[in-house]
């Protein structure tokens, strides 16, 4: 189907809006966010860019079929997650098919910010295997969450991301899932920074107590990211591990985190 | 002791958890904040040389001497408290950032020197603000199908049966909450509700499509150039979160046996936050070039990776980026499993950014 002559249509309505920010849900830049608001997902490497432009070739389409060259606008697709594609760079596209006056339909950019992922091209498959029990288990909530248990045992960050934030936001994790994610933890295989945070945040919500000494751990490795530190450190107060808290509080003022340090203060703020 | 601060404070926090003995510390209690904005060209620094004992608690200050740093480098040699207070009462701010760090120490009664650190303090000095006076703001609710949703999150998620009076009531109740957190928020700056729009009027349509997209959006205008402006708030994803998702009972303390009262609070501040993110963006925030903001304006993760800042929460502040927004934090709660409440905010550089273009 030759769109491209359309999507440049569209492309230049959309270029004359102005620069505008978006609030957008928990985890909207995961999976099913941006599957539920978008019905193209391709795998694309961006050939050229301009100051209005984002001119991408397509890999291989995971959804839907798009023609071999996709033009975005270049402002809303840079403020959309940090992500700043570069020439040669290869990238997970969400789009939106939508009819305009005509008699054909095109394939625009409808969804905004949050529809871009950068990708290598050693994942292909892997994405292609998430999509498509993405659009399998559409409807089918049980068989969406082991497809998504066992996608989130990839050592990718975008799907671990992804499908943890996925399974939270979804509702599909119980004490017994969230202990399992907890367990691959703590055995190093989850990599991803929020993913860590969306496991530890269930820890807290289950009040899996037991995995206190993971929580200390990642207080303790000044590396972690700062996020994960916080709730680990909001979790060993929740679990009322005053002994662990004594333990972590001096890297706690050692750091440089000033967020680190107040919530330290916040901890022993009388209520 | 004079105004403790907010090191002081942590530090006899942490003696208290970890029984490490006596700490000294250098306390700044002027400024008061510890990370901000501001086009003045000197700053005022003020503390004291703190002993705290292995409970925790404040013994006694000393008097000696003070050796503070800006950008890594000392303002002056070793300087004398006067009695037990340090004071630097005018040092040049650098154009930009200025982090403040430095030593202290004092004599004890053997003659040797004692030291403590002075905890780093970020004062970012910037000359092309001004004072943009009073903005405006309308709340428009004309379309009324936000009505309609706001009464399905009411029914949704409430055990309760409601008349179609006590619903009203409910509609009326959440947008008067909104009002009130968007009140709170904006307090110490002059942005102010009014009844109509107007030229100079920002403002907020509440929209009442069905979708499941945005909360928000809103124009960036970096030192609030264009007063006129419009933000939208789509309470149809709101619903969707609500109602279609479950996220508030499955993801927060709410339950469907709460009460009315707590079901108005939910919303209300869930709403006003976005309308309070929201109008934020149209007056600056969190602005990519010029006030450290990313992931498309909003509070940066990743500054505070390095920098001694605390400018993003999960959510707690205000402008913190969309995706890394929990929804217990939107709701004012402290945490996923209790009622505890945290009521978000904008984090200390956004409110002086603000304090500032409208004083």
Known sequence: MKITLFFTLLLASILAAPLRATDTPEGADAFFHQMRNANIVVLATLKAQDAERFTFVLNKSLLGAVDAQIVLPRFSMELANGVLPRVGGSYLLFLKQRKILGRRGIVGWAMGGYSIQEVKGAEFDLLSDVVADYVRYKTDANGLKQALMKHSAQKIGYVQYSTISDLDTRGLLNAKDAGLLAERLKGGHIIDARAKLSVVNKIKHFNLKQFAPLLESMIMNTNENISVRTSSLRGLQQFGDQAALARVAPVMVDGMSGRLRRTTIDIVKPR | MKNLGQSTRLLAVLLMLSGLGATFKGCVYNPVQKDYLTTSGTVQLQGTIAEFNDAGKFVKNYPGQVHLKKNGAFVSDWKNTDGTVWDYPSVALSNGLNTFNGDVRFQNATGTWVNGQIPSILIEKKTDLSNRGE?????????????????????????????????????????????????????????????????????????????????????????????????????????????????????????????????????????????????????????????????????????????????????????????????????????????????????????????????
């Open chain 2, 135 to 359: 903005q405006k703001v309308f709340l428009d609710w004309s379309d009324t199908k936000t009505d309609t949703l706001i009464k399905e999150m009411a029914t949704k998620t409430l055990d309760k049966t409601f008349t179609e009076a006590e619903l009203t009531t409910f509609v009326a109740d959440v947008k008067n909450r909104v009002v009130t957190f968007f009140n709170a928020a904006y307090n110490g700056s002059r942005v102010t509700l009014v009844g109509a729009a107007g030229t100079d009027v920002h403002t907020i349509k509440f929209d009442g499509a069905d979708r499941c997209d945005y909360y928000g959006q809103s124009p960036g205008d970096y030192k609030n150039q264009t007063k006129q402006q419009t933000s939208s708030i789509y309470i149809g994803t709101f619903h969707c979160v609500v109602v279609d998702d479950n996220r508030l009972i499955n993801g927060t303390a709410a339950e469907k046996s709460d009460t009315v009262a707590q079901r108005v609070n939910d919303l209300g501040v869930f709403i006003g936050r976005t309308a309070t993110h929201e109008l934020g963006h149209s007056l600056g925030l969190t602005d990519e070039s010029n006030l450290h903001g990313c992931e498309g304006m909003h509070n940066c993760e990743a500054y505070d990776v390095s920098n001694p800042s605390d400018r993003f929460d999960n959510g707690h502040y205000i402008m913190d980026p969309g995706p890394k927004s929990t929804i217990w934090a939107r709701l004012g709660l402290e945490n996923s499993t209790t009622r505890n409440a945290q009521s978000p905010k904008f984090n200390s550089y956004n409110r002086s950014y603000l304090e500032i273009i409208h004083n």
